[in-house]
């Protein structure tokens, strides 16, 4: 063969083949990092809502990615067209995407056969050990793509910034492209259509290696380049490790200060990616020697400054507002550039800078690559089931700081001849050490929690929960620092316990009760008016599961110590688990964070169905500050799909759905409690104020449900957020269109004429209080009073209504008093609507005690520590409007 005339028609060629080569690296790294993203739904789909499975997939992308790596550069040098192996690589991982769809099914059969029954630790195994054997493979082909693109082109190591550089650039697109494609789409047919652009990838890569540059090329001895010594493998995959630590970290702490939605997870892994990007594609721009040295000091303390920055930047995030998604998430990425491009761009840039300064080719780069692949493996693992849990994560970036900086030194310094620059560990540390844990929440949330004090912190790999206590005494728990999930407040505590109160009743004889989700325990505790309950409950969060215990305790009447914990994921749970019940109860949620919105799909509502007795009820609820009414929608009609028997209801600001697994009992079992106690089933307010709170049956017609592989109210609820749909006011102006007539009402229920009058009551009062909080949020005070008054009259039992009129009376008493009417008989007046108002039973106990009726004034301290036991005694007797209690019953 004359490889003169090949070298001269290469030669002339080459701007054009190099540009094509660019182009064909940057399309697979756009599809490898979909398929990625992809390949992460599809475990949390059908293994569950478990950073287990998230870590495991990024571990079997990552170790397949590495050993692609080393083993595809022993093939690719060997071959005499690369180009071609590059094509048949990239068509294969495209082969395996057509085939996930079916693999997926028979995953999720498999594990439900094989997890049946066991603890959590032994499904975690098995789980393990099927992701690695479905998703190891392909990724192996990905890593071998990169040495065969390496070899095809003439100056493997001299162009390898810009392959690498151009591969995590199109991998930043590929990190974007589930948004677009997952809710038209849904996941079976997004990953069709990304591994349609892998065949076109690899049919353009085969077309190209005819091309004469490509084929028939000679290896020569001297392209076999100099051997890596085994330090810096070692080293380098230690970077790789630390890099992955630093990308888990941040995925972590920018999604507490900016919210874990799809959209904000996108952007923040996009930015990551793109940076390492923009690294590799200035590496040839940027001096050997001292950007060795440079890196790892720059890396390592822009690092540990992002820490300091995190309560600034969460601190920020809660004052800001946009007029648009794409607004926020544009301001979003780029204040995320700024933070994290110093560390990113040094990462992109290291590989081929430290390849040129070993003197290698491609193929050296490539041995390298998959030593740092390696090393993020591990470092996945590691950042996940070890540093995580057991020092946090400002603490594991710290860690990943110290380890970039001593390793990347050892790649370019020498101890004994530069002993000065490893100096630099010790202002690291000294600036490092104020920030190894995580700011108060007061500092991240100042608008809304500046008066707070952290009570309790856990981290797992699953979430952050932290125990506050707020100004007034009272507890809340947050998940993940920007959701409230519970507060002890006592209006908030009888919102809560009602959640469990409903399903109870709505059963004729409950003997055993599942809740999915336990928080605070204090929905459960509103079960324990029935002695004989068999309870159970489903919590991922072993946070809330501790501070339930811990810190609740006296708001939840220690119900935990009764009932039986099952630490899990509730889809992995109702999956494996044989166990049937009377009740199944689920928990309210933020259906707009990652995985969450998962709960209200059709297999979700399935999986409940099926584990219900055959008059069992499930009560699903929804707080509808959370929802659009198309979104809201969604979720109705996709209840309706699962549960054609059904009944809706309204407490307050929250929706319950009742699905009946076959006919329902009636309402003689709901009346028949008609006892004023609080620790009674109804909590004191009788059958017929819960029958009131009828909203009829779900008709919305037919249209898109939600569907776990084809999501959609995930990437819809983040978009309403800021369209203005996200509007309390008007789900509930559609909610009453929606409510039958009282006649309709009467007749479905089966209320017979001799009580049509107690129900017609209860009936009206419910309207009248949606129609009151109508008003109140449109600034109509007047009216607002009016009609809960008149709701008060209509049903004085209903407790919701009787608090409602005595906040509004409360926070009027200032004027009262101020019209000559006595504090002590305008108190009065208001335990006369609602004897167990707090305020006014602190405030008569003050005034008790200042009268020197100690008796009278222990009596009533001893009522307000009932309905408020966490709460303080302290501050102004009377007073303004009390914003806290009306903020948590929406915002839980």
Not at 388 to 417: E, H, Q, R, W, Y
Not at 552 to 567: A, D, K, L, T
Request: contains cysteine; aromatic residues 8%; proline residues 4%.
């Amino acid at each position: 063969m004359n490889t003169s005339v090949i070298t001269t028609e290469a030669s002339i060629a080459r701007p054009s083949v190099n540009g094509r080569l660019l182009a064909l690296y940057t399309g697979s790294g756009l599809t490898g990092l979909a398929y990625e993203v992809l390949w992460v739904r599809m475990v949390g789909t059908q293994f569950g809502i478990s950073i287990f499975g998230v870590v495991i997939t990024v571990t079997a992308f990552m170790l397949g990615l590495g050993m692609g790596s080393l083993a595809g550069r022993r093939v690719a040098r060997r071959v005499s067209n690369p180009l071609l192996m590059f094509a048949l690589l990239e068509g294969g991982v495209a082969l395996c995407a057509f085939g996930f769809p079916a693999l997926a099914d028979w995953g999720a059969d498999a594990l439900a056969r094989w997890g049946a029954g066991l603890p959590l630790s032994q499904w975690y195994s098995i789980q393990a050990s099927v992701l690695l054997m479905i998703l190891v493979v392909p990724a192996m082909a990905m890593g071998a793509a990169f040495p065969a693109i390496l070899e095809s082109a003439e100056d493997g190591a001299g162009r390898l910034g810009d392959y690498y550089g151009a591969n995590a650039i199109g991998a930043a697109i590929g990190a974007l492209m589930p948004l677009i494609l997952l809710p038209v789409f849904g996941w079976a047919l997004a990953v069709k259509m990304i591994a349609t652009l892998g065949v076109i990838i690899a049919i353009l890569a085969a077309l190209h290696s005819r091309h004469p540059s490509h084929r028939g090329r000679v290896v020569l001895p001297e392209r076999t380049g100099l051997p890596i010594p085994n330090t810096v493998l070692i080293a380098y995959g230690g970077i790789g490790c630390s890099a992955i630590l630093l990308e888990v970290a941040w995925t972590r702490l920018f999604g507490l200060a900016m919210l874990r939605t799809e959209y904000v997870m996108a952007i923040i892994l996009a930015v990551y990616v793109a940076g390492i990007g923009l690294g590799g594609l200035v590496s040839r721009r940027l001096p050997v020697a001292g950007s060795l040295r440079a890196f790892p000091l720059v890396a390592a303390f822009a690092m540990i400054l992002g820490l300091w920055a995190l309560p600034h930047l969460s601190a920020w995030v809660e004052r800001s507002s946009f007029s648009s998604l794409g607004d926020a998430l544009v301001v979003q990425a780029v204040l995320l550039a700024l933070l994290t491009l110093p560390v990113t761009v040094a990462f992109g840039a290291w590989l081929p800078i430290l390849t040129r300064s070993l003197g290698g080719d491609g193929h050296s780069g490539a041995g390298l690559y998959g030593a740092n692949a390696l090393g993020s493996a591990l470092g996945a693992l590691l950042g996940g089931f070890l540093l995580v849990p057991m020092v946090g994560t400002p603490a594991t970036i710290i860690i990943a700081a110290l380890f970039v900086l001593v390793l990347g030194l050892s790649l370019s310094i020498n101890f004994a001849s530069g002993w000065r620059w490893w100096t630099a560990i010790v202002p690291l540390l000294l600036i490092a050490w104020p920030v190894r844990q995580y700011p108060s929440v007061a500092e991240m949330l100042p608008e809304l929690n500046k008066d707070s004090t952290d009570l309790y912190r856990f981290e797992d790999a699953v979430s952050l929960t932290h125990v506050i206590r707020r100004g007034d005494g009272n507890r809340v728990l947050l998940s993940d620092l920007q959701r409230m999930d519970a507060a002890t407040d006592p209006s908030s505590v009888m919102v809560q316990r009602n959640q469990a109160r409903l399903p109870l009743l709505l059963h004729r004889d409950p003997h055993s009760v599942l809740f999915l989700g336990l928080g605070t325990a204090i929905t459960a505790s509103g079960s324990l008016a029935y002695p004989n309950l068999e309870r159970e409950a489903v919590e991922l969060s072993q946070g809330a599961i501790d501070a339930a215990q811990a810190w609740f305790e006296p708001v939840n009447g220690g119900v935990v110590s009764g009932m039986r914990v099952h630490h899990d994921d509730s889809r992995r749970f109702l999956l494996t688990t044989t166990n049937r019940y009377d009740v199944i109860i689920g928990d309210l949620f933020h259906p707009d964070l990652v995985g969450r919105s998962a709960l209200l799909s059709v297999q979700q509502f399935n999986r409940a169905r099926t584990h219900l007795n055959d008059d069992g009820v499930f009560v699903q609820w929804l707080a509808m500050n959370q929802f659009s009414v198309d979104t809201l929608k969604v979720v109705l009609r996709t209840f309706a799909q699962v549960f054609p028997r059904n009944m809706l209801f309204v407490d307050g600001f929250r929706l319950g759905m009742a699905g009946f697994k076959n006919e329902w009992g009636g309402i003689e079992h709901v009346i028949r409690d008609t006892g004023a106690a609080t620790d009674g089933p109804t909590g004191g307010e009788g059958g017929w104020t819960w029958l009131g709170r009828y909203w009829g049956r779900i008709h919305v017609g037919a249209g898109r449900v939600q569907d776990e592989w084809r999501p959609s109210i995930e990437f819809s609820l983040p978009r309403a957020r800021f369209s203005g749909d996200l509007d309390l006011l008007k789900v509930m102006f559609w909610l009453e269109g929606q409510r039958p007539s009282l006649a309709f009402a009467s007749g479905d229920l089966g209320v017979s004429p001799a009580d049509k009058d107690a129900f017609e009551r209860a009936y009206a009062a419910t309207a009248l209080a949606m129609r009151s909080s109508e008003e109140a949020m449109q600034g109509h005070d007047e009216a607002s009073i009016r009609l809960i008054r008149f709701a008060n009259k209509a049903n004085p039992a209903d407790h919701e209504v009787a608090w409602g009129l005595a906040d509004q009376m409360y926070s009027t008493l200032t004027e009262a008093v101020r019209h000559g009417i006595a504090r002590k008989t305008a108190l009065a007046q208001i335990l006369e609507v609602f004897p167990d108002h707090p305020e006014s039973l602190r405030d008569m106990a003050s005034i008790a005690e200042s009268e020197g009726l100690s008796e009278r004034a222990a009596r009533l301290l001893a009522r307000y520590r009932a309905m408020d036991p966490l709460g303080s005694t302290a501050g102004k007797l009377g007073g303004g409007v009390n914003t806290t209690l009306s903020h948590d019953r929406l915002t839980q």
